[in-house]
């Protein structure tokens, strides 16, 4: 079982930054892989970006944040960070940290094992 708390959400203007952190406790000695999804009122969960726990493998991005979100890890705290800048009013969700523990890079959020409670941000324009 791992626990997974996402912390860093809240309300901003267009244009602004936030980071979203995910902590992971209990059994995350087989971590092989993190993710950020999010979830708009009205939409399925939409993949954002996905890191490996070790090495140095290219994270993953969806096309619609790629070049303003970056996805960073912090092995020794067991956390995960999602660096959100230039933020759109498209970007309000809830966003979710997801963990894996099978080999594989994934995008799809049926293929990560856990799931966090979710942070709000909100984007006004």
């Known amino acids: 079982q791992v626990l997974l708390v996402e912390s860093g959400g809240g309300l901003v203007q267009s244009g602004d930054s936030l980071r979203l952190s995910c902590a992971a406790s209990g059994r995350t000695f087989n971590t092989y892989a993190m993710g950020w999804f999010r979830q708009a009122p009205g939409k399925e969960h939409e993949f954002v970006s996905a890191?490996?726990?070790?090495?140095?493998?290219?994270?993953y991005y969806a096309d619609s944040v790629r070049g303003r979100f970056t996805i960073s890890r912090d092995n020794a705290k067991n956390t995960v960070y999602l660096q959100m800048n230039s933020l759109k009013p498209g970007d309000t969700a809830v966003y979710y940290c997801a963990w894996r523990s099978r080999i594989g890079l994934v995008t799809s959020s049926t293929d990560y094992d856990s799931w966090g409670q979710g942070t709000q941000v909100t984007v006004s324009s």
């Open positions: 890191i490996r726990w070790t090495g140095s493998q290219t994270p």
